[in-house]
């Protein structure tokens, strides 16, 4: 690759109660430019009363080459029993400010002479992807200088997918970093634990990078401990 790009991830930022934390989040975020702006999903925790908010303060956010995302589980979750009608006003709503929710599909961005694929994935607790859905997104015909595959859960099938078809980066959130987090000598002792071994942070599959970010928001207990939010930067260049 010719330049360098500035990649931020972010992960589920709404919550009545942080206006100000969110705009400190998106405030933050902007003053480093980002090039692409990549979301993991989660605009909304529940309920519809905070669809058009999370779109609105979205729309603050800035970037070079855009702003996307790929759909989450509570995008499903608006309103309790009609998870397309969530999922449809989350995506339209945010369509309105120029971020597309992607639901599997791919975009080829180019950035000066490069070209970065992202793959967006659609894998929640309401819809498992099939494995020919998946076989399709993932095959290889861009040839791209970067290969990103961006979803909303880390998933053992998914990350051995990914790995198989020769990503670069692996992208997920969902995990809040464990939220809530006992630190103990040599182990930290999260409930996220049960759910998933990958709770934040790196992990290496050959070749293929998985990044777990932390984000921003909370999900059941309105606290964070020992899981502090973050902007997840990836800063990209030609080796």
């Known amino acids: 690759m010719d330049s360098k790009l500035d990649l931020f991830l972010i992960f589920k930022p709404i919550d009545t109660q942080m206006k100000k934390r969110l705009g400190n989040f998106i405030d933050k975020l902007n003053s480093s430019k980002p090039d692409l702006v990549l979301m993991a999903g989660d605009m909304i925790t529940s309920t519809p009363n905070f669809i058009e908010f999370s779109a609105d303060q979205l729309s603050k956010v800035k970037a070079k080459h855009g702003v996307f995302t790929c759909v989450g589980d509570h995008?499903?979750?608006?309103?309790?029993?009609?998870?397309?009608r969530s999922l449809s006003e989350?995506?339209?709503?945010?369509?309105?400010?120029?971020?597309p929710m992607i639901d599997n599909g791919k975009l080829l961005i180019g950035v000066d002479s490069s070209n970065i694929e992202v793959t967006f994935v659609t894998n929640t607790y309401v819809e498992t992807i099939s494995e020919k859905v998946l076989d399709s997104l993932t095959i290889n015909k861009s040839n791209a200088d970067i290969r990103i595959f961006l979803t909303h859960q880390p998933r053992e099938f998914m990350i051995e997918k990914a790995s198989e078809m020769n990503y670069d980066l692996y992208l997920c959130g969902h995990t809040h970093g464990g939220q809530i987090t006992f630190l103990f000598p040599f182990y930290n002792l999260?409930?996220?634990?049960i759910e998933t071994a990958y709770m934040r942070?790196?992990?290496?599959?050959?070749?293929?990078?998985?990044?777990v970010t932390r984000g921003l928001g909370m999900s059941l207990a309105p606290v964070r401990y020992n899981s502090t939010p973050e902007i997840?930067?990836?800063?990209?260049?030609?080796?």
């Open 75 to 84: 995008d499903n979750w608006a309103y309790r029993g009609d998870n397309e």
């Open 90 to 99: 989350v995506t339209e709503a945010l369509g309105r400010v120029n971020i």
């Open 190 to 193: 999260s409930p996220t634990l």
């Open 201 to 211: 942070g790196e992990f290496n599959f050959n070749k293929m990078l998985m990044i």
């Open 232 to 239: 997840t930067i990836i800063n990209l260049s030609k080796k």
